[in-house]
């Protein structure tokens, strides 16, 4: 099929380079915010497994072309990828390629705008032209698997038509079992907001429940097996930590509350969801305050990961940017390594003279820290030298903002060990 896609999100990338990939004739434009020569560098698309590999590659063999500025053309799919602040954009490209068209036209709203949109989109197409909403529900550090393996597509449609030409679409990555779920075009737009609320719902409590059991002196992790061993529970997202960031997830809750709040109504639940989450992000500072009774100024500590998750190079509304604010406002020194998201983190913070970046060496971070305080579970982060970290911190303290370390066999090895929830002592 011929395919307009805009937009410079993850899921544009990933989309043009998929559909691309498969046979598809693809022009992709990106958005001026973020044109082509800004995104080929970005370290989130570089950081990205497979992504910009497959991306070249279509460039290479000519399904994929990049154009700033498109001319009209008629195409049987215009694919909308855009951040939820370009829906001028949107409406403007619908109503461009609805004037050009002298064939049936699929508009695709894959982007998190407010539910109602894709009606709104609709509203300038004509005959045998149909708007859809086929909700962005990529993984970050997985886009291409999600994309080309993905467990389900959530497809707003209220056209047989369009429904037809859109499993069309899709078919090449569609061919191991149906994993399409039809329903309105509001269904499926709030589908999406729906189902991030819940998951955020569900850390939320569970970092409740930590703050509890903390103060019980209960461990965590023998109550979190215990409410994923129950099947009306389940095990997935019941991982306290240190709070949880990233740039979709984040504002879709609070997309999902400006939808509640545009009905008159109050969303007393999320708005609690959101506290909890910030206050969570405070958690290792108030631990390591606690540890010193308040007695930190001079000194330093180590920072394991700054990424809002592993597998990406963002930061966006991560947990370490609240925590070095606190640090820096006591006067701590911070070492800090993460395996991608250190270019990030340096546009963001600017010059620090309390930050040290250390790219190389996780160890490096630590030389002379009293404390190492782990913020994002990278798997390079999982089994340490021990030995090596007695060495290197003074009051040889772990604050394990995520819980993937075991408090006994930690303390077994001369070192104070602070979780969420958790804790041992040598």
């Given amino acids: 099929?011929?395919?307009?896609?805009?937009?410079?999100?993850?899921?544009?990338?990933?989309?043009?380079?998929?559909?691309?990939?498969v046979g598809h004739d693809v022009t992709w434009q990106p958005h001026r915010d973020a044109p082509w020569s800004f995104l080929r560098r970005a370290d989130?698309?570089?950081?990205?497994?497979?992504?910009?590999?497959?991306?070249?590659?279509?460039?290479?063999?000519?399904?994929?072309?990049?154009?700033?500025?498109p001319p009209p053309e008629v195409v049987e799919v215009l694919w909308l990828a855009l951040a939820p602040d370009q829906r001028a954009a949107a409406q403007a490209a619908v109503e461009a390629q609805a004037a050009c068209q002298s064939e049936p036209l699929v508009v695709i709203n894959n982007a998190t705008f407010p539910v109602g949109e894709t009606e709104r989109l609709a509203a300038p197409l004509g005959p045998d032209q149909w708007a859809v909403c086929l909700p962005d529900r990529l993984e970050?550090?997985?886009a291409w698997e999600t994309f080309t393996r993905p467990s389900r597509w959530l497809l707003g449609s209220e056209s047989a038509q369009a429904t037809v030409r859109v499993r069309e679409l899709l078919r090449a990555f569609n061919r191991r079992r149906d994993v399409f779920q039809c329903m309105p075009l509001r269904a499926a737009e709030l589908t999406k907001l729906a189902i991030n609320g819940m998951l955020a719902t569900r850390i939320s409590y569970m970092n409740e429940v930590a703050g509890l059991a903390d103060t019980l002196g209960v461990d965590v992790e023998l109550v979190r097996q215990g409410m994923g061993a129950d099947p009306r529970i389940g095990y997935e997202y019941l991982y306290p930590g240190c709070g949880f960031g990233g740039p979709n997830f984040s504002r879709d809750l609070m997309g999902l509350a400006d939808v509640q709040s545009a009905q008159g109504r109050a969303s007393a639940l999320l708005e609690q969801v959101l506290e909890i989450n910030e206050q969570k992000k405070e958690t290792l500072f108030r631990k390591l305050w606690g540890h010193f009774q308040g007695e930190l100024a001079g000194r330093r500590v180590a920072i394991w990961g700054a990424a809002f998750k592993p597998g990406t190079a963002r930061i966006d509304h991560a947990p370490v940017l609240p925590l070095l604010r606190a640090l820096w406002a006591q006067g701590v020194e911070v070492r800090l390594h993460d395996p991608a998201a250190l270019p990030a983190l340096a546009a963001e913070v600017g010059e620090q003279p309390l930050l040290t970046l250390c790219p190389e060496d996780p160890y490096a971070a630590?030389?002379?820290?009293?404390?190492?305080?782990?913020?994002?579970?990278?798997?390079?982060?999982?089994?340490?030298?021990?030995?090596?970290?007695?060495?290197?911190?003074?009051?040889?303290?772990?604050?394990?903002?995520?819980?993937?370390?075991?408090?006994?066999?930690?303390?077994?090895?001369?070192?104070?060990y602070r979780g969420i929830g958790r804790r041992a002592d040598p």
């Fill in 140 to 142: 970050e550090g997985r």
């Fill in 1 to 21: 099929m011929r395919i307009r896609l805009i937009g410079s999100e993850l899921a544009a990338v990933t989309a043009a380079s998929a559909l691309a990939s």
């Fill in 366 to 416: 630590c030389e002379g820290a009293d404390a190492l305080l782990l913020v994002t579970e990278w798997k390079c982060y999982w089994n340490p030298d021990w030995a090596r970290l007695a060495g290197c911190l003074g009051e040889r303290l772990i604050l394990d903002g995520r819980n993937i370390y075991d408090p006994d066999y930690v303390a077994s090895q001369g070192l104070t």
């Fill in 44 to 69: 989130w698309l570089r950081r990205e497994p497979q992504l910009l590999a497959q991306l070249e590659r279509a460039l290479a063999e000519g399904s994929l072309r990049v154009s700033e500025t």
